[in-house]
């Protein structure tokens, strides 16, 4: 697959699944939707490992990568889909683009990477300034988003720890297998949860925006979107790949004003605008350093 198709296959897939998490719990339960996501997307997956011949390891260590990744595919994205009914869906791709902050930060205390340098606090700092400032805005945000905005940031602090642990975890697997694998491991969560709440029935009307969405979902958010990331991520320098998470918020954003009529104010953009800063100084804040001088 060529790499800038890939490239750009993610920036397109990222920038469109916080609407069309939106959509998909318009007329179904979100836990029933995120669940269905995780099932038509596990039961492609081991389709495409069986046309591949590609096994998906079950040994100890690979299940312990699962369980891992299994805390942001199914803590992270439950909240997610939960919040989607409270908050604008751009503000989901916001929050979801401070995960390299919070990944990096529990980098520190779980695997000791090195401590961050000044421009680096500096980073988290505009980033959550960003955060306040549209968490501020009383046209995009009321007082009944708080449950979606408690929701986001539990969902963006699984998936970054999730990351975290499972890169502690080191499995070496195959991308796909590793996808496919996560997804199944996700999907009891999804039941239990199911079960707990009390959603509603699986009723879905057939070519209904929800229908429709679930499926866009299943097929590339988890499964195409995933492979695209790890083929992108193998053969480009982890810089150029952060840049997705720059131009995903404010794609998103857009989207979700044009096709889904949410507020789009001055103080949502000024707040993307300050996390995207953020997330920049973050990534390349380094070359803003003065070289040392060799000493003689």
Same mark, same amino acid.
């Given at each position: ?28 339960? /979100?836990?029933?939707?995120? +669940? @269905?996501?995780?099932?038509?997307? &596990?039961?492609?997956?081991?389709? =495409?490992? %069986? #046309? *591949? ?89 009321? /007082?009944?988003?708080?449950? +979606? @905005?408690?929701?986001?940031?539990? &969902?963006?602090?699984?998936?970054? =720890?999730? %990351? #975290? *642990? ?107 605008? =300050? ?22």
């Amino acid at each position: 697959m060529s790499v800038p198709v890939s490239y750009l296959a993610v920036v397109l897939i990222w920038s469109t699944t916080p609407l069309t998490i939106a959509w998909s719990s318009e007329s179904v339960d /979100p836990v029933v939707a995120a +669940g @269905l996501r995780m099932a038509i997307a &596990a039961l492609l997956g081991l389709g =495409l490992l %069986a #046309v *591949l011949r590609e096994p998906l390891p079950l040994n100890r260590r690979a299940q312990k990568t699962y369980a891992c990744a299994a805390i942001g595919v199914f803590g992270a994205m439950c909240c997610a889909y939960l919040s989607s009914r409270y908050v604008p869906s751009g503000l989901i791709s916001i929050m979801f683009g401070l995960a390299p902050i919070l990944s990096a930060v529990l980098g520190q205390w779980l695997l000791d990477e090195a401590r961050f340098r000044a421009y680096r606090w500096v980073a988290c700092f505009l980033a959550f300034a960003g955060l306040g400032v549209i968490f501020t805005d009383d046209v995009a945000l009321g /007082p009944e988003s708080l449950p +979606g @905005l408690l929701l986001l940031l539990l &969902a963006v602090t699984l998936f970054s =720890l999730s %990351a #975290v *642990l499972v890169k502690r975890c080191n499995g070496q697997l195959n991308p796909l297998a590793h996808t496919v694998g996560s997804l199944l491991w996700s999907l009891p969560g999804f039941v239990l949860v199911g079960l707990f709440t009390g959603t509603d029935s699986l009723a879905i009307e057939v070519g209904s925006r929800s229908f429709w969405s679930i499926l866009y979902l299943a097929t590339f958010g988890s499964l195409l979107g995933f492979v695209c990331y790890f083929h992108v991520l193998r053969h480009l320098p982890p810089s150029t790949v952060a840049l997705v998470t720059l131009i995903t918020p404010v794609f998103a954003l857009m989207l979700g004003h044009l096709l889904n009529d949410e507020p789009l104010t001055a103080g949502l953009w000024q707040g993307c605008l =300050l996390v995207v800063t953020g997330l920049g100084l973050f990534f390349w804040g380094h070359r803003l350093q003065p070289e040392r001088s060799p000493v003689s």
